[in-house]
């Protein structure tokens, strides 16, 4: 009984500062939750309107997160994203905590279409919550738009989600609509700086700016802060032959360190990336 009192207080705390439909990324709390759009991992395919991989290409991350060194917060994540034609399509499910205690399963599905530099998309998420074998489950569904345009090294990405404004019961606090606008801005000298502003109603606006540095041919380092509350995190991309190990770590002000560690593996089709994009 102490773990699942300790559990939701937790849960309580973060109410207005981690939604429940977000799906974690590899660079995601070292990076402020900002996203590196000029060449996103399989998670951050996600996001709706968040710009694909190329024709023919594949994505896949698999990780796992610490949050604030709580066990019974643990989270495995899961995600694969495809390039076919101008289509971009992705695929992620994650679970976070323990089944017998508190558990949240999400799935999580997107497909985007590129015209030119432009690119549409929309996504569909489901989640399933769990207080202990004994108490049932709870399930909602939700879904979201996004669009994403490049203009030479400026990526801008807007996205739009719970749409439908999701609940669990008829009686509980719904999900309101969340509007998200993403950027990076790609240097070309071997780093890009990314940002990321988000509304929600009844809340104040959250900020967040991020930056991705190529140390060598062997690495990269990330950093980042957000606010609301404010957090500060950074991180390190190890490259091994086709893919990636990422490990990333945040400071939240009363709540402590958190951890993700991330296996990405890929294929890219090196003619069609532009200088200064990030492997």
Same mark, same amino acid.
């Given at each position: ?202 809340? +104040? ?64 089709? +090196? ?9």
């Amino acid at each position: 009984m102490n773990r699942l009192i300790i559990t939701l207080l937790v849960l309580g705390a973060l109410v207005g500062s981690v939604h429940a439909y977000d799906f974690e990324t590899p660079r995601g709390i070292g990076q402020g939750r900002t996203v590196v759009l000029s060449n996103p991992r399989a998670a951050d395919l996600l996001r709706a309107g968040t710009p694909g991989l190329t024709p023919g290409a594949w994505a896949f991350d698999a990780g796992y997160n610490r949050r604030f060194e709580l066990s019974d917060l643990d989270q495995f994540f899961i995600a694969g994203g495809w390039g076919i034609g101008r289509f971009g399509l992705a695929v992620g499910a994650s679970q976070t905590g323990d089944a017998d205690l508190y558990a949240e399963q999400l799935l999580q599905g997107s497909v985007s279409f590129r015209i030119d530099s432009l690119r549409l998309g929309a996504s569909l998420s489901g989640m399933q919550v769990q207080f202990g074998g004994r108490y049932g489950e709870l399930r909602a569904a939700t879904f979201g738009l996004g669009v994403s345009y490049r203009y030479r090294t400026f990526i801008g990405a807007l996205n739009v989600d719970n749409i439908t404004s999701p609940r669990l019961l008829e009686t509980s606090e719904a999900s309101p609509p969340r509007y998200s606008f993403l950027s990076e801005y790609v240097s070309g000298r071997g780093f890009s700086f990314t940002a990321r502003t988000t509304f929600e109603p009844n809340q +104040p606006p959250q900020f967040a700016l991020g930056q991705i540095v190529a140390l060598s041919e062997r690495g990269n380092l990330f950093w980042g802060i957000a606010t609301g509350p404010m957090e500060y995190g950074a991180g390190l991309e190890i490259k091994i032959p086709s893919g990636v190990i990422s490990y990333a770590t945040s400071v939240h002000p009363v709540l402590g360190l958190s951890h993700t560690v991330t296996l990405s593996l890929g294929s890219t089709r +090196p003619s069609q990336r532009k200088s200064g994009e990030f492997d």
